[in-house]
């Protein structure tokens, strides 16, 4: 399994990113995929998941502000982000998860900065 994040970069607060995770190998529709985050001298936190295509679920701080949504005939999940704000600063980092065992991509950094 072979998981690679991109769509990483620098915006002003109140503008949007959308980032993408591909996915290859045994990871398909039915496993649960996931962004988690790692702001500067912090532990990394769940952001984000969805599982089948429709069952998806937030960290509080981003509810109303990030959608991930995947499609599955790309292997594809994206997280767009909205009304973004300095403290989303981080690396993002998408997981897949299958046959018990989490797989983690290398991680895109977002930078929220005027």
């Known amino acids: 399994v072979q998981l690679q994040a991109s769509g990483g970069g620098l915006v002003q607060p109140g503008g949007s990113l959308r980032l993408s995770c591909a996915a290859s190998?045994?990871?398909?529709?039915?496993?649960?995929m996931s962004w988690y985050r790692r702001a500067p001298g912090k532990p990394r936190e769940f952001v984000a998941n969805i599982v089948e295509s429709d069952n998806t679920h937030y960290t509080e701080s981003v509810k109303g502000r990030f959608t991930i949504s995947r499609d599955n005939a790309k292997n594809m999940v994206y997280l767009q982000m909205n009304s973004l704000k300095p403290e989303d600063t981080a690396v993002y980092y998408c997981?897949?998860?299958?046959?018990?065992?989490?797989?983690w991509g290398q991680g895109t950094l977002v930078t929220v900065s005027s």
């Open positions: 190998g045994r990871i398909d529709r039915h496993n649960v």
């Open positions: 997981k897949g998860f299958h046959s018990g065992i989490d797989y």
